[in-house]
C-alpha cells in the first residue's frame, strides 16, 4: 500500500484493498469490509486525539518551566539589590 500518495490528501480514504489486523492479530487481505473501515477510522481518531492531548501537555510543561525561570530571575534579582543594599549601609556605618 502506497502510504506516501494518501499522506497528501486532505481527508483519510481508506483503499479498496487492505491488509487488516484483526482482534486476535491475525492479518489478512482483500477487500475491506465496512467494520474493518470503521475499525481504522476509529484507530486513526485515537491516535489524532493522543497526539492532541501529548501537545497540549507539552505546552502545559513548556508554559510551566518559562514561568519558573522568570520566577527564579526575579528572585536572583532581588536577592542581589537586597544585599547591595545592607551592603552599602553597612560601609555607611563604618567610621
Same mark, same amino acid.
Given at each position: 500500500?502506497?502510504?506516501? !500518495?494518501?499522506?497528501?490528501?486532505?481527508?483519510?480514504?481508506? =483503499? &479498496?484493498?487492505?491488509?487488516?489486523?484483526?482482534?486476535? !492479530?491475525?492479518? /489478512?487481505? !482483500?477487500?475491506? @469490509? @465496512?467494520?474493518?473501515?470503521?475499525?481504522?477510522?476509529?484507530?486513526?481518531?485515537?491516535?489524532?486525539?493522543? /497526539?492532541?492531548?501529548?501537545?497540549? !501537555? =507539552? @505546552?502545559?510543561?513548556?508554559? &510551566?518551566?518559562?514561568?519558573?525561570?522568570?520566577? /527564579?530571575?526575579?528572585?536572583? /534579582?532581588?536577592?542581589?539589590?537586597?544585599?547591595? &543594599?545592607?551592603?552599602?549601609?553597612?560601609? &555607611? @556605618?563604618?567610621?
Amino acid at each position: 500500500m502506497a502510504w506516501h !500518495g494518501m499522506r497528501r490528501r486532505r481527508g483519510f480514504q481508506p =483503499a &479498496a484493498s487492505v491488509r487488516v489486523p484483526h482482534r486476535h !492479530g491475525v492479518f /489478512t487481505s !482483500g477487500p475491506a @469490509s @465496512s467494520d474493518d473501515v470503521k475499525r481504522i477510522n476509529g484507530l486513526l481518531a485515537n491516535e489524532i486525539q493522543m /497526539t492532541e492531548i501529548v501537545s497540549i !501537555g =507539552a @505546552s502545559v510543561v513548556t508554559l &510551566a518551566v518559562r514561568v519558573l525561570g522568570l520566577g /527564579t530571575l526575579v528572585l536572583l /534579582t532581588v536577592v542581589i539589590l537586597n544585599r547591595r &543594599a545592607t551592603l552599602n549601609q553597612v560601609n &555607611a @556605618s563604618l567610621p
